[in-house]
């Protein structure tokens, strides 16, 4: 069996979202072994004093192996490419991402992937996903991990729940959600925040970030990057 990680943000000595972290280290715990007794991350978590953003890396199984800390270095992304598989499973946030590993390999010349699983959105190899249609933020209903920055989200009600089908993506927006820093150009809190036009080609469609944009109140999303981006995001998966 694979061990199973938590991967944390901490930012100027401050531990991100370890609520969550928590529940979700112990549902997986109890998952695979019954017997296990619930266990409070805070009491493993020491970080040294440093500055800037930093992952807490924690391996385990039934009790924790391993902990670790690191500068976090964000990937730069300015383009996706939708990629299939209906038989693909990370339920559980774990070391073991040889599947993951061979759909990005099939990323082409895009930055990172969308993974499409049954017809459906999912998440990109590193983050969930949410969109926005002018009103309301979606997020996958069936993603392929359940992120924390997820939950958190569903849990303020500021996203909800949608199965978002691959051939009906009319959504003005795409933001990734990460518990880290998000994964595309012009972050934004956890959200990084694109708008998405359609162009002329066929499943296509073209991301512009403005020079100046607020995006859904409720979200307190501005993007503001210090030189207009475009990003091409193909939804032809497979081309």
């Not at 002329?200 to 993007?223: F, K, N, Q, T, W």
Request: some cysteine; charged content about 20%; glycine content about 6%.
């Amino acid at each position: 069996m694979y061990p199973f990680i938590e991967t944390i943000r901490i930012e100027d000595g401050q531990i991100y979202n370890l609520d969550y972290h928590t529940e979700r280290f112990n549902e997986t715990r109890a998952a695979f072994w019954k017997d296990s007794t619930p266990l409070d991350l805070r009491e493993f978590i020491s970080p040294p004093t440093l500055n800037g953003i930093h992952k807490c890396r924690i391996v385990y199984g039934k009790e924790v192996e391993e902990v670790t800390y690191a500068p976090y270095q964000m990937r730069q992304v300015s383009s996706l490419h939708l990629v299939v598989s209906d038989t693909i499973d990370y339920t559980y946030k774990s070391a073991h991402r040889e599947e993951l590993n061979a759909l990005y390999a099939q990323k082409g010349m895009a930055d990172d992937i969308l993974i499409v699983r049954n017809g459906y959105l999912t998440d990109t190899s590193i983050a969930n996903v949410a969109l926005y249609d002018g009103d309301t933020w979606f997020t996958p209903a069936h993603p392929l991990l359940r992120g924390t920055k997820r939950s958190e989200f569903l849990d303020r009600q500021l996203i909800v729940e949608k199965d978002i089908p691959q051939i009906c993506l009319h959504y003005r927006i795409i933001a990734a959600i990460s518990e880290q820093i998000g994964v595309i150009q012009a972050v934004c809190g956890n959200f990084t925040v694109l708008r998405c036009v359609s162009v002329d080609e066929p499943m296509c469609y073209r991301v512009v970030i403005s020079a100046l944009e607020v995006i859904e109140p409720c979200l307190g999303v501005v993007v503001v990057p210090t030189v207009a981006q475009r990003v091409d995001f193909c939804l032809g998966a497979g081309a």
